[in-house]
């Protein structure tokens, strides 16, 4: 018998090339915020994707007056790669989505999104003299999985 059907047979397995399982951020959300808490910052947990899924992060704010809904998901998908793109729909005065989508496969965790600053950037204060604003990446929370 052969020494690779014989490893076979006993459970073993041995990795393809080029077909090897990624290790992602995992991470959901979904929560409504005043816009003045924004940006925000997240940590994610770890998890290890079947082989051939790769890495995905999708956040989408949607604006509504004085506050935001942010959803999050990061994690493994079948999706094919795509490159990091921003998504901005205006609907008038006070109401807006915005989306970012991430897809990758290059390297483990490449999902690294961990604050919502590519869809928001802080706003310069209004007035210098008007005392310091929150620090750039507001108040950090844990992501449920």
Known sequence: MSPVLLLALLGVTLPLPGVQALFCQLGTNHRVWKVSDLPRQWTPKNTSCDSGLGCQDTLMLIESGPQVSMVLSKGCTEAKDQEPRVTEHRM???????????????????????????????????????????????????VDS
């Open 92 to 142: 008038g005065p006070g109401l807006s989505l915005i989306s970012y989508t991430f897809v990758c496969r290059q390297e483990d965790f490449c999902n690294n999104l961990v604050n919502s600053l590519p869809l928001w950037a802080p706003q310069p204060p209004a007035d210098p003299m008007m005392g310091a604003a929150e620090g750039p990446f507001g108040k950090a929370e844990q």
